[in-house]
């Protein structure tokens, strides 16, 4: 096979919260054990990782929960990627900053290099998989908040294959959140899981 | 119901390695995906943790795979808590260094404290989730090993409620490896999963 993909060139960026049993839903897409807002400010680094990244890949429901905010709080261009829904799905208010995929990850992220794109926020536990699978995530930063739901909507999956990581730094924030910040060293077909070799 | 426990009296301490999915082992129980052994020396807080703990309380499965270390490796007492083994299959060379109970977790603890006992690592999937369950973990070091595995024997399972954690401590190892070290805040019997409240 081809060697490893350097993916420090890698498209997406993942940014994401999830309980320290890898959760980022409960099983009805509940986000109650979430801190509540605010946290005196605190954003967690949000801010600045959105200055990092020229838009944002988001799976369906990820966008279908973020309709549900009072107003729509991103200043990036979004992109949905879903099997379902079609460009006449955008809402006119959102008509400009909101378009709708069905490509596949490597497609996506060709079409969106070509218009320009550098790397993309990539939100929403199947969508990041499917990143991952592609070998098209560079970096995560993974912000463990302190409580075990016991069920949900895991973050990870199994993509057939280890995914090696490189720990960049790591932050405890005095709410008790810990978030981390990886690279992803080897991309989604490097399999390591049958002694180690390139397969 | 009666309050929450006390858990900063807890009995158990946890100390466990975890892939950042959240694994303790490969499906067929395999750690070849933990660092080789050495890391320069670094024991990422063991042998200080060790000293906080009367004994260790382990699973038959965490047991056998001691079992086949070159030498066994502890110089406190250890039970094991089993079903299918009886005390005399405790090998001649570990008699009085070891010894196996079919007790539950509420009913070890009164007996290992009566003994003199003020603490125990709890190691082993099996046996942290039972005495999460039980209310009586109070402390958990969690270190995150910087690769996804995909696949494996989880760490936590679900206990039917959640568990709040305080984050005592955080550190970020050249290795890659970020221990966290929690503190259980409410036990394994505050049902908070339907609306926050005590049920």
Redesign the interface.
């Known amino acids: 096979m081809a060697p490893a993909k350097a993916l420090s060139n890698a498209f997406g960026k993942v940014f994401i919260a999830t309980s320290?049993?890898?959760f980022i839903a409960?099983p009805d897409g509940s986000l109650?054990?979430l801190p509540a807002g605010g946290d005196g400010g605190e954003d967690y680094g949000y801010a600045a990782f959105m200055k990092t990244v020229d838009g944002i890949v988001m799976g369906r429901s990820t966008y279908e929960s973020v309709l549900g905010f009072e107003s729509w709080p991103f200043d990036k261009p979004v992109v949905v990627m879903s099997r379902t829904l079609g460009s006449g799905d955008v809402p006119v208010h959102l008509r400009g900053k909101l378009r709708i995929t069905s490509a596949q990850p490597a497609q996506l992220v060709a079409e969106l290099r070509a218009e320009g794109w550098g790397s993309a926020y990539i939100d929403g536990g199947a969508v990041i998989r499917a990143f991952?699978a592609a070998g098209e995530v560079g970096e995560m930063t993974?912000t463990?908040v302190?409580?075990?739901?016991?069920?949900g909507r895991?973050?990870?999956?199994?993509?057939?294959?280890?995914?090696?990581?490189?720990?960049l730094?790591?932050?405890?924030y005095p709410s008790?959140?810990?978030s981390?910040r990886?690279r992803v060293e080897a991309g989604g077909r490097v399999m390591v899981?049958n002694g180690?070799g390139d397969e």
């Open positions: 320290v049993d890898g409960r109650d054990w991952l993974i463990r302190p409580v075990l739901i016991g069920a895991p973050l990870f999956g199994d993509i057939g294959c280890d995914l090696r990581l490189a720990c730094a790591s932050q405890a008790g959140m810990v981390t990886y899981r180690g």
